[in-house]
């Protein structure tokens, strides 16, 4: 049975994605408030998406799972360079999962290591930590098949993987107070962020640190902060989730259509409209990205958009299943 928290959890993170793409489409990273909710934003919603990916995670029925996300993957990677080829972007190279797709590929790297996560909970924990430290300084560019992000992400989902509902009960038996104070913290964490004025990419975890300019011993230090700030926004917004948040709800049982979909809009809304909107104040900005966002996440959750992405995802399954049916009509004839 589905954990009402958890979808409300992954509902409110989804339109969080989505928002964050349409204000980072007008500019968000330049300064002043946009960048503000971004720092925020981006401090802790993908570790906490991670995490609940994590919670969900089961070791059973592997292969299946994985070849549904490979059909996801490549199947909307071929849509999306298509759209950009016919408008005149440059295509990426293939092992570089197009903006969004990197989760998709991250996802199969997880999905093959539950069961190793579920049989030796503590030992991954500790190693995931030391590899999420250190793979900054490995020198591929971090977007390759999407190492950086997953490697760095890793502790969140084996977390989750391990020990989510537990970590989820007892965050939501916190006392009023105590949920405030961690909501005080997660903010005033967020706001030195901002201050410190980071290269987004320091919060998108997909460069080395070399692409960060930080070769150093301070490359796994700054990360490591970055990720504790994920943690507290992590528990912060777990804390005070809650199943009856029926319109949250409703969308975080269909968040995967909405992050495949929602792209659409959001290049859209970049290519044809930004440039009319350069000289708009930022306030405006940000309160026009989350309308956006709201509006796109939602209706990027209506059934057609849900059948379609199924239809991809259980594709390798349809096709061996067609294939035994025919084998099966064969040795009966």
Known sequence: ??????????????IGVVVGHFLERSHGWDGGVQRLALTVLYAFHMPAFVFLTGTVAKPSRTLRK???LLSVLVGFQIVYLVVLAATGVPLLE?????????????????????????????????????????????????NWFAYQRTLVFLPFFIVGCAWGGSIIDVLQRLHVAVKLALAAVFLAYAVLLFRWDPEPHWLFQNWTYGQLGESGVDGPILRGGVLIAGALGTAMLLSV???????????????????????FPVLAFGWLLMPSLEHVPGSVLLLLGCGLGIGTAYVCAATPFVIITDGVRRF??????????????????
């Open 1 to 14: 049975m589905r954990d009402g928290r958890i979808d409300a959890a992954r509902g409110a993170l989804i």
């Open 66 to 68: 994985v070849l549904g």
């Open 94 to 142: 293939w092992y570089w999962p197009y903006w969004v797709l990197w989760f998709i590929m991250a996802m199969i790297w997880w999905q093959l290591l539950v069961p190793l996560i579920k049989r030796y909970p503590v030992t991954m924990l500790v190693l995931s930590v030391l590899v999420a430290l250190l793979a900054g300084y490995a020198e591929p560019h971090g």
């Open 241 to 263: 989730v809650s199943s009856a948040q029926r319109p949250l709800v409703w969308i975080g049982r269909r968040t995967l259509p909405v992050f495949l979909f929602h792209v």
């Open 316 to 333: 390798p399954e349809t096709v061996l299943l067609a294939r035994r049916a025919r084998s099966r009509s064969t040795a009966v004839s």
